[in-house]
């Protein structure tokens, strides 16, 4: 099976940021998923993680006043050289604002589940987010945020845009209180990653291949402790999927396996998932997740 090159111009990447968000439950490390209304133009109903494209004022949010880390520490966590420190910011802003539109939690110190909830009504009564930081003289915790991943959608996509995306993961607030937002995102649940992907397999929700590989990663720890070590103890890995074949012999393929250009696997789990319409399959079948 050999990679076809695309025969027409590729979009051009947009910059994104997710936020991964954990809590330990009595069963285990339980993640927070997004599903997406059925009439989004990118993933309709299907389950994600709160994330979304980085706007211009994440990079220009007032650094030293309202972050709880230094712009060069965290671009040295982000482990990418070729952007500058308030790029690499941005990019940890925006997984907090979009985490707090999309789904009503607010890391940042000293705000009260009523006084998170206070705030996301004035956002989406049409105050930007960096006004409102502003007032509520909030600092944003990005320090609590560990880089996990970055994905770049490939060329040969299902979807017409393609995207840049900087993956974190955190700890949820002690007190936060999940609100899916009714307009972009219509349900929300709190999921064991070995659970959500069982109920994928049986066709009970949708995901998409950024989602099914980091939950299967995930699947590999029991507590958010251990999660956010594996993510300190490394620089995130970068993942740029290759699609091969054509028709109904479509792969999508990741770092470490045979045809793809980068031979140094980028994370566990499977090196292949076969694209069968709109399924994403390892060729192993369910346990090829965790091998």
Same mark, same amino acid.
């Given at each position: 099976m050999s990679a076809v090159p695309s025969a027409a111009p590729a979009p051009s990447l947009r910059p994104s940021s997710t936020l991964i968000l954990l809590r330990d439950a009595s069963q285990g490390l339980e993640v927070l998923m997004l599903k997406r209304h059925g009439q989004s133009a990118v993933l309709g109903d299907t389950f994600v993680f709160p994330g979304g494209k980085v706007d211009g004022d994440d990079v220009r949010l007032d650094a030293a006043r309202h972050l709880d880390a230094s712009v060069q520490t965290l671009h040295a966590r982000l482990g990418e050289p070729e952007i500058d420190a308030a790029t690499a910011a941005g990019f940890y802003v925006a997984a907090l604002r979009?985490?707090?539109? /999309?789904?009503? !939690?607010l =890391?940042?110190?000293? =705000? *009260?589940? /009523? %006084?998170? #909830? @206070?705030? &996301?009504?004035? !956002?989406? *009564?049409? +105050?930007?987010?960096? %006004?409102? +930081?502003? /007032?509520?003289?909030l600092r944003l915790q990005v320090d609590a945020l560990a880089p996990w991943s970055r994905w770049i959608t490939p060329v040969r996509s299902v979807n017409k845009q393609r995207f840049d995306t900087r993956f974190f993961v955190a700890r949820?607030?002690?007190?936060?209180?999940?609100?899916?937002?009714?307009? /972009?995102? #219509?349900e929300a649940a709190w999921l064991r990653p070995r659970a959500a992907l069982e109920t994928y397999w049986d066709g009970g929700m949708a995901l998409a291949p950024p989602q099914i590989m980091t939950l299967a990663h995930l699947a590999?720890?029991?507590?958010v402790d251990a999660a956010l070590a594996d993510a300190r103890s490394?620089?995130? %890995? =970068?993942?740029? $999927?290759c699609v091969l074949g054509e028709g109904d012999t479509l792969a999508?393929?990741?770092?470490?396996?045979? @045809?793809?250009? +980068?031979? &140094?696997?980028?994370? $566990?789990?499977?090196?292949? =998932?076969?694209?069968r319409g709109k399924r994403y399959e390892p060729q192993g079948g369910f346990d090829a997740f965790f091998a």
């Open positions: 979009e985490a707090f539109e /999309e789904a009503g !939690l =890391l940042a110190e000293g =705000l *009260s589940p /009523e %006084a998170c #909830t @206070e705030a &996301r009504a004035r !956002l989406g *009564s049409g +105050v930007a987010f960096n %006004a409102l +930081v502003a /007032e509520l003289g949820t607030p002690a007190q936060g209180i999940v609100r899916h937002d009714g307009h /972009e995102t #219509t590999r720890h029991d507590a490394r620089l995130p %890995a =970068l993942v740029a $999927p999508m393929c990741y770092p470490g396996d045979q @045809e793809h250009p +980068v031979r &140094r696997r980028a994370m $566990p789990g499977p090196l292949r =998932l076969l694209v």
